[in-house]
């Protein structure tokens, strides 16, 4: 019997996120999944233990062997932890899902402060950099090639007003994945990045709280203009991110790397 292969999502412990979402599909998919994220006890927008707890056992009675372990992306230990863990207790890691982002920081670019650009780059571009690294490095040394799949956004491609530092972390994002995309194509391993525009995930909330206010329109005013000027008329969900990534991960994505795909309904062509 074939052994089944291994997905490793970050920022993959808040109940309603793209990460559930992407590992619920790959667990469907028969995938071993990895559900890991950063302990944010005490702070507003990331995710608790008991979160990451509670995403973990949905998965698992969905039928996914689940293994969960907390990891902070910005620290290049924590990320090494994260994988020698994952291999101790799989043996093997093949996909990797880089989710985890901070899209929280919502300011005039003249109010952002140095610590807020930091943070957003550090988790969202940096903490990119350093899961490669550490998941292409198990990849490379078991020899069977791999996936990695990075969640950057709409604002990979465009401006946002008061998103300095994340559409500069997204761009930068896209950089990198179109990079490793061929230093590790000998290799075997597939970099690709998806570019979702709006999800009303935990994140995507906190957004349209914003954004509705900005534009001075109740929330659900602002989703309607938001669905309107979608040439698919809608707003986007989790599963299509996640439909994506299972495409990306399958064998029939093996000639597709360095590409960053718009799933958002015709909003984002470029
Ligand atoms: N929701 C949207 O509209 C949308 C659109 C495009 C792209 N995205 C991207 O999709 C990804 C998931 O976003 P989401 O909407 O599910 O929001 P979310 O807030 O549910 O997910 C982000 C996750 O990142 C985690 N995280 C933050 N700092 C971390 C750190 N230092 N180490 C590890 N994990 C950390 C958070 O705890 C959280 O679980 C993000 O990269 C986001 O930028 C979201």
Redo the contacts with the bound molecule.
Sequence with gaps: MTEKKVAVC?????PG???EAILRRLGEEGYRLVVT??D?SGTN???KPDEMEAVTERLRSGGAEVFSHA????SAESVKHLFNAAMEYFGRVDVLIN?????FVMKDTREVSPDEWNLVID??LS?VFHCTQAAAAHMEAAGRGGRIIN?????AKSGFPHMAPYCAAKHGVIGLTRTAAIDYGAAGITVNAVC????T????SA?NAYFSAFKGLTESAYLEEMAARIPLQRIGQAADTAAMCAFLASDDASFITGEAINVSGGEEVH
């Design positions: 970050t920022g993959s412990g808040r996120g793209l990460g994220d950063v944010g927008h990331l995710a990891c902070d992306v910005r989710n985890a982002g901070i899209g988790v969202t903490g969640i950057a956004s709409q604002a979702p525009n709006h999800v995930t935990g994140l995507g957004q």
